[in-house]
């Protein structure tokens, strides 16, 4: 048996190391953060936002801004663990599938090898 | 400084009623009580809803998942045990026959039972039909450190399962060309254990 | 032609931003994912990567321009991660070995050397992942780190060296 060369040891590697999809939403997911993180009403010198110069107004806007965020955080929080529960799951199922995979190719292999051996048998009585 | 390793990834299924679980694979007490040797283990349980549930996850945009979605549609599950040991002669052949002992023939079919005295890995795949479909298969796969004990529960046919086989980069494996001497070393040592 | 692929969608908008994300995201993703061998954490990690590209979107002037930086990014936040969270740092030489010998495809031996990855010091790991992920060479691993190409190539040597050594003993053991 030769010891593994550098070439080996890089070809596992690669495959280890693969590139792994995003979760299928993610791009939809930053757009979300974005988005909350832009959603801050901005209070603006202008005539038609001066409602908003009188403390009980603001205060009620500020509060009720930051429970719609709290709010939009929790349930965010909330999908985000049940996505990473399905993350998990998925990837069990694909290990499973791999290991199922994995073991009847040695199964097919180990089978070939009989075949091999048979067929060599064979040949070797034939000779004689 | 040898870091030994021991985790064990558990999938709990859902709470389902007792004939379902029945399906999972039983085994012999022996058996399950490997892991507590074992340096690493690997179990999964994922039945029918579980399995459902993982495959919203799956990516349509990956080609193995697309796949392992198209595997699974029909599944009522998938269970896995894998022990890994530091050292040769963890479990003992009596374990493994116990094992084997769960899938009894007429139900179950041997499709290939190879023993590898040189390498010390033996292999063992069932069949179960239903009607002449695919119902299930068990893979028990015993190696020099490292047992494997697979079983996939559904009605699975054949060309699914040589998909199976011929997916993740390993060869295709379909019941129906195995080679004769496989099945009649089998159908050998089978009426041998009879006497 | 790199630059017309941001002047085709002009990533300022929500739709050519979207786009950029998803031509980025499994690189970024991965990066992540490989580092910190945790799904969710590198979910997050990806997500405020994006975040801070869509801050600095007007600096960058061609695709090959948010490649690198994106790169650059994700490592440098990797380890901010490692040093926030005092992630277990082991030397090179203690590195548990995989134990199994190497078929040409196993998953549980793929999962095993993913585990030596992940527990290689920070610096080794973003190293091996940008050299085998990204199909680095050590000048642009370099530029992406702020190290020395030589600091590059010596990890890169210690780490394959180790690796190599792990796997001849695991592999010694078989028997044919």
């Not at chain 3, 992942?129 to 642009?140: K, M, V």
Request: include cysteine.
């Amino acid at each position: 048996m030769t010891h593994p060369d550098l070439n080996q040891i890089e070809k596992q590697l690669k495959n280890a190391l693969r590139r792994q999809n995003a979760p299928a939403d993610f791009a939809e997911q930053v757009l979300a953060r974005l988005a909350a993180h832009n959603s801050i009403p901005q209070v603006r010198r202008d005539p038609r936002w001066s409602i908003f110069t009188q403390p009980l107004v603001r205060w009620t806007a500020i509060s009720a801004t930051a429970t719609c965020l709290v709010i939009g955080g929790i349930h965010y929080r909330s999908l985000r663990r049940e996505r990473a529960k399905g993350e998990a799951a998925k990837q069990q199922l694909m290990l499973a599938l791999r290991i199922a995979g994995s073991k009847l190719q040695l199964a097919k292999a180990k089978v070939n090898e009989i075949n091999a051996t048979q067929t060599a048998n064979r040949s070797r009585s034939e000779e004689e | 400084m040898r870091r030994t390793v021991r985790h064990a990834i558990v999938v709990l299924p859902l709470a389902l009623p007792l004939l379902l679980r029945a399906q999972a694979i039983k085994l012999p007490p022996d058996v399950e009580k490997l892991s507590v040797k074992a340096k690493e283990t690997v179990e999964v349980n994922m039945d029918g809803p579980m399995l459902h549930w993982a495959s919203k996850f799956l990516s349509a945009e990956d080609p193995d998942e697309q796949k392992a979605a198209k595997l699974i549609t029909n599944l009522k599950g998938i269970y896995v045990r894998s022990f890994e040991f530091d050292n040769e002669g963890a479990y003992t052949s009596t374990e493994v026959e116990e094992l084997r002992a769960q899938f009894p023939s007429p139900l179950w079919s041997r499709v290939v039972g190879v023993r590898s005295q040189r390498e010390g890995d033996n292999v063992d795949v069932f069949f179960k039909l239903e009607d002449e479909r695919m119902a299930g298969i068990v893979i028990i796969a015993a190696e020099t450190k490292e047992l494997t004990v697979v079983n996939i529960v559904g009605p699975i046919d054949v060309d699914e399962l040589a998909d199976l086989g011929g997916e993740f980069g390993i060869p295709r494996l379909n019941p129906k060309t195995l080679p004769k001497s496989a099945i009649k070393s089998i159908a050998k040592a089978e009426k041998g254990s009879q006497k | 032609m790199a630059e017309s692929v941001l002047a085709d969608h002009p990533p300022d908008t929500v739709t050519g931003f979207a786009d950029l994300v998803r031509r980025h995201q499994s690189m970024v993703f991965s990066i992540a994912l490989h580092f910190l061998a945790d799904r969710s954490a590198a979910e997050e990690l990806a997500q405020d990567v994006f975040l801070q590209l869509h801050a600095n979107l007007p600096a960058l002037k061609s695709e090959g321009h948010v490649t690198f930086w994106l790169r650059k990014v994700t490592a440098h936040r990797c380890i901010d991660y490692k040093r926030r969270r005092k992630l277990p740092q082991v030397s090179l030489e203690e590195v548990a070995e995989p134990s199994a010998p190497a078929p040409a495809w196993d998953p549980l031996f793929e999962r095993k050397l993913r585990h030596v990855i992940a527990s290689l010091p920070a610096k080794a790991r973003l190293i091996v992942i940008l050299r085998y992920q990204e199909d680095l060479g050590s000048e642009d691993i370099a530029e992406a780190l702020s190290i020395p190409v030589a600091t590059v190539k010596s990890h890169l040597r210690r780490s394959l060296a180790l690796l190599r050594e792990k796997l001849v003993r695991s592999m010694g053991e078989v028997t044919i």
